[in-house]
């Protein structure tokens, strides 16, 4: 395509920026602290919140600018926690939680590098760029299904703690001569962490939780992008979660001896020999929360698990069912029915079985009982008029006699801006 062309051309440029300390300034900063504040997050191995840090905003962030830009700044090591990967599952993820004042500083160095590289990453990469999002990756896919049925599903292993430094740093070498610059990314990739008091490097990777490690993610694995699109394989990829497509199978494995080769000799990493697989669209496989086959285009089994995990957390029978309660309840099914219910899923019948689960969770929390009996004197209108219960179904989209886009009627009558009798009351 014209486009991938003219980006494989830029690429080709050996142009070096040469002054980014100088771009840092009191906009530069202030812009920083306004994104970390927005994303909000826990304190760090110092327990400053954002918000003590912000009653000292001012002075902060000129004791702060000012050490960027002299090379005088030296990152804290991050507070490690460890995250359950699913629900019952007892593998964890770690994430490397750094003190306010390194996320802001974090973020200043993304603000100064991402203008350098994005430009560079392919069009067929998704994750944590401006303009872009999971629900264009799936779309990617299934655009590229049309026509092809094998699909290459690749994992690589511990991706973001097994990075090496020497890989991140070479490459960002490639692009950027601003020696106070590459310094400070180099600190922030050493700077250790802190697990139950004790200090330990990091001589390798790159946190789950630095706000600088989604960019260096695409930094490393647009080495991978280029080398399918050089090879004329169609994909989509984001972060490090990507599916290659293919007309045959014969292909798809000769698509997975490229990756491996890239994946282990170019970049020091690992593929995941028991989620790395070739399979058909006919049989269907999971790609960011979704599993997608000629079928259906689902939520996954496991993301469905986690959903059920966060209903049941807010639904126990010992709590009182009231307005907060639903509140509650509402921003969950708000967040996963917007993810999930898009122009390509097919989760209609699927959100009103779960619709009824979480209703009969709501029965049973306001009588402390489970009974069948309980839905004639707890009916649907009860939650929906009364309480203002969303309903997932709601969410869902269908397309009209002409073409156009509008969300479905539920059976009870609630949509996502609430029940009908509180939206006549907005107009």
Not at 90 to 109: C, F, H, K, S, Y
Not at 131 to 147: F, S, T
Not at 356 to 369: D, G, H, N, P, V
Request: hydrophobic content about 35%.
């Amino acid at each position: 395509m014209p486009g991938d062309q003219i980006q494989k051309e830029h690429m080709s440029k050996k142009v070096k920026a040469y002054s980014l300390t100088g771009r840092i300034t009191d906009l530069v900063i202030r812009q920083a602290f306004k994104s970390v504040k927005r994303n909000r997050g826990a304190a760090g191995v110092d327990k400053v919140s954002i918000g003590m840090f912000e009653a000292n905003l001012d002075e902060n962030l000129a004791a702060l600018m000012q050490a960027l830009k002299k090379g005088q700044f030296q990152p804290k090591p991050l507070r490690r926690v460890h995250i359950p990967k699913g629900p019952g599952s007892r593998e964890t993820r770690p994430l490397g939680i750094p003190v306010v004042r390194d996320r802001v500083a974090q973020e200043v160095l993304r603000l100064l590098l991402a203008p350098i590289f994005e430009p560079q990453f392919h069009r067929c990469s998704f994750g944590f760029i401006r303009g872009r999002n999971c629900h264009m990756a799936i779309e990617e896919v299934l655009r590229l299904h049309e026509q092809d049925n094998f699909v290459l599903d690749a994992d690589i292993k511990g991706f973001f703690d097994n990075i090496p430094h020497r890989v991140i740093m070479d490459l960002v070498t490639e692009k950027v001569a601003d020696g106070n610059i590459l310094t400070l990314l180099q600190r922030f990739l050493t700077a250790g962490v802190m697990l139950d008091g004790v200090f330990k490097p990091t001589v390798i990777g790159t946190p789950q939780g630095g706000v600088i490690s989604p960019l260096l993610s695409n930094i490393v694995l647009n080495q991978l992008d280029w080398a399918l699109d050089g090879a004329g394989y169609r994909f989509a990829r984001y972060a490090d979660d990507f599916v290659i497509i293919c007309p045959t199978g014969q292909q798809a494995q000769e698509a997975l001896k490229l990756v491996k080769h890239v994946i282990e000799t170019d970049l020091g990493l690992q593929l995941s020999p028991e989620k790395t697989h070739v399979t058909t669209y006919g049989k269907g496989y999971e790609f960011l929360g979704f599993h997608l086959s000629s079928r259906s285009r689902r939520m996954r089994d496991k993301s469905e698990q986690k959903f059920k995990e966060k209903v049941k957390m807010l639904t126990r029978r010992h709590h009182n069912l009231d307005i907060k309660a639903i509140e509650k309840l509402n921003r969950v099914i708000r967040g996963t029915a917007n993810y999930f219910a898009t122009e390509f899923s097919t989760e209609r019948w699927h959100f009103q079985k779960l619709d009824s689960w979480i209703r009969m969770r709501l029965r049973a929390m306001k009588t402390k009982r489970k009974s069948v009996n309980d839905n004639r004197r707890l009916k649907c209108g009860y939650f929906v008029r009364k309480l203002g219960l969303l309903t997932m179904e709601s969410f869902c989209t269908s397309r009209d006699r002409h073409g156009k886009v509008c969300r479905v009627i539920p059976r009870n009558g609630a949509t996502p801006l609430g029940p009908p009798g509180e939206r006549s009351s907005r107009r």
